[in-house]
């Protein structure tokens, strides 16, 4: 009978949990599920994973060929390989792309400034911001934040896309709704704090004299593009922050304010990985550039340009 590998591998994982590869990388990247990270792979201790699956503490492994990851709280050591994770702010056509690409890239959106702080870290091989900054060189997106989340970290900040960015809204307030300051008294789905579109919002409602207590914000804050739709969609929301492509894609009402800019923080040592690489390659093809113009409100003419470079 031949001997159980002390390691499995990521797919052996899935297989065991019948689940998609890609869910067993998100659960990874969480801290959800023991594993080591070795020479650029995850892989996944049996003992500990057993035990894991019957609900017991998890036994700690000490062995010269699987180190025990650094706890989230420190940044990694710059010889760690860094996870495919893709982490930071919700994009539909970033999200679409990583399916798309089988880039074995896993995702974990929950905002552009917890996407940068998990970069720093070491926990992601790759972030998605849209952090604007009034007065800042350039067309005023997203550098000094990156500058000073990632000091000292070996990253490189990429343009993504430009994004037509407004308020969603209910079809009956199409053309009601004419500015920020008319969303007084009305049900509004809001981000999580840490995301971009809640930085932005913050900065239009405080520009617009408009004080948060005069707006009705959900209990729960949407923590993607299309959460934040299908809220409207679903009448529990009047009103939320977000794009053009999701309002036209749920079949909402739309009312532009902005134009911005989308990028990606990328870790230089991932960027030449395989699961990067593979993402990278397959924005070149006509597949990419069709789903891309069929999405309302998108520009990706400068994707790739590099608009700030750690040193």
């Known amino acids: 009978m031949p001997e159980r590998p002390q390691f499995l591998t990521t797919r052996e994982v899935a297989a065991l949990l019948r689940v998609r590869e ?46 025990t990851p650094a706890p989230a709280q420190t940044p990694l050591p710059r010889s760690m390989p860094v996870p495919p994770i893709i982490a930071g702010s919700h994009d539909p056509l970033l999200d679409w792309a990583l399916r798309a690409s089988g880039s074995a890239l896993a995702s974990f959106f929950d905002g552009s400034l917890d996407g940068l702080d998990r970069l720093a870290r070491g926990e992601a091989a790759a972030a998605g911001v849209h952090l604007h900054e009034p007065g800042a060189a ?13 000091a000292g970290r070996p990253v490189v900040l990429i343009e993504w896309a430009r994004r037509q960015r407004g308020l969603i809204l209910a079809p009956s307030l199409s053309g009601e709704i004419r500015g920020i300051a008319d969303l007084a008294g009305r049900r509004i789905a809001l981000r999580q704090p840490r995301a971009g579109s809640a930085h932005l919002f913050r900065r239009l409602m405080a520009e617009a004299g408009l004080a948060e207590e005069a707006i009705l914000p959900l209990p729960e804050p949407a923590r993607t593009e299309t959460e934040a739709a299908e809220a409207i969609a679903t009448g ?28 990606l923080v990328l870790d230089r040592g991932a960027y030449f990985e395989p699961p990067l690489q593979a993402l990278m390659a397959f924005t070149r093809t006509r597949a990419f550039a069709d789903r891309a113009a069929a999405l309302e409100g998108y520009d990706v003419s400068g994707l790739g340009t590099v608009h700030w470079n750690a040193a």
């Open 22 to 67: 890609r869910k067993v990388y998100d659960l990874a990247g969480a801290g959800e599920i023991p594993c080591r990270r070795v020479t650029g792979k995850l892989l996944f201790p049996r003992e500990e994973i057993e035990a894991w699956l019957a609900g017991e503490a998890v036994p700690s492994t000490d062995t010269a060929t699987a180190p």
């Open 138 to 150: 350039g067309v005023g997106w997203t550098t000094t934040h990156v500058a000073q989340a990632c």
């Open 236 to 263: 529990r929301a009047e009103a939320a922050p977000g794009l053009a492509s999701v309002a036209r894609a749920h079949s909402l009402a739309f009312l532009p304010l902005i134009e911005e800019r989308f990028d």
